[in-house]
Structures are given as C-alpha cells and as structure tokens.
Nanobody, 120 residues
Framework: VQLQASGGGLVQAGGSLRLACETS????????IGWLRQAPGKAREGIAC???????YYVDSVKGRFTISRDTAKNTVYLQMNSLKPEDTAIYSC???????????????WGQGTLVTVSS
C-alpha cells in the first residue's frame, strides 16, 4: 500500500498550489481518501475528504478556498488550494477517511507528506 503526496512548495500569500496523492496497492474505488496537514508545533488535522461517490468534507478553515477531487483512472486524489495564507504552512499528507472527518491508515499505512510553505 502506498499513498505518495506531491506538489508542495513555496508560494506567496494569495497564491495557489495543487497537490496530488498517487496511490497503489489497494482497491482505490473502495476507499474515501483525504488530506491531512501538520503545521509546525501543532497536532495533525484532517482537512478534506472525498468519498467513493464524490461526496466531500472540508474543515471550516479551508472551506471555499480548497477543493478536493479524485481521478479513478489514475488512482489519484488532488487538492487544489487557492487563496493560500501563511497559516496554511504545513506538511500535507493523505490517508483514508470518512465524510464525518475521521482519518485512518489503509491497512495501517499512512501517506508520505509534502511540504507547503506560504510566505507573507
């Protein structure tokens, strides 16, 4: 089981980034997949989830700015991040989730992260 996040980088406040979570080793269509982030000195938080029938969940702090999507042909989940703020700076990773906002490893596996840095 692999969940590999990519697309992070350095961006100015107000800018945009698109993250990708490429997956393999499990039945992608059977799992809701979502994004978590961990900012320096803070606990990891789940921020977005997309279900197998494309329902979505967002934490309040990213609603209206971030959009999650999934491509079943590529077994990949994306996170389009717009209007980025310095407080969005964190390591972003992906995992299985529920539309109620719970996150868990797939067969115990959590994704590797990608660093997003938003400068003011």
């Amino acid at each position: 089981v692999q969940l590999q996040a990519s697309g992070g980088g350095l961006v100015q406040a107000g800018g945009s980034l698109r993250l990708a979570c490429e997956t393999s080793g499990f039945a992608f269509d059977d799992f809701p997949i979502g994004w978590l982030r961990q900012a320096p000195g803070k606990a990891r938080e789940g921020i977005a989830c997309i279900g197998t029938e494309f329902g979505t969940y967002y934490v309040d702090s990213v609603k209206g700015r971030f959009t999650i999507s999934r491509d079943t042909a590529k077994n990949t989940v994306y996170l389009q991040m717009n209007s980025l703020k310095p407080e969005d700076t964190a390591i972003y990773s992906c995992a299985a989730c529920t539309l109620g906002g719970d996150f868990y490893g797939i067969y115990g596996h959590w994704g590797q992260g990608t660093l997003v840095t938003v400068s003011s």
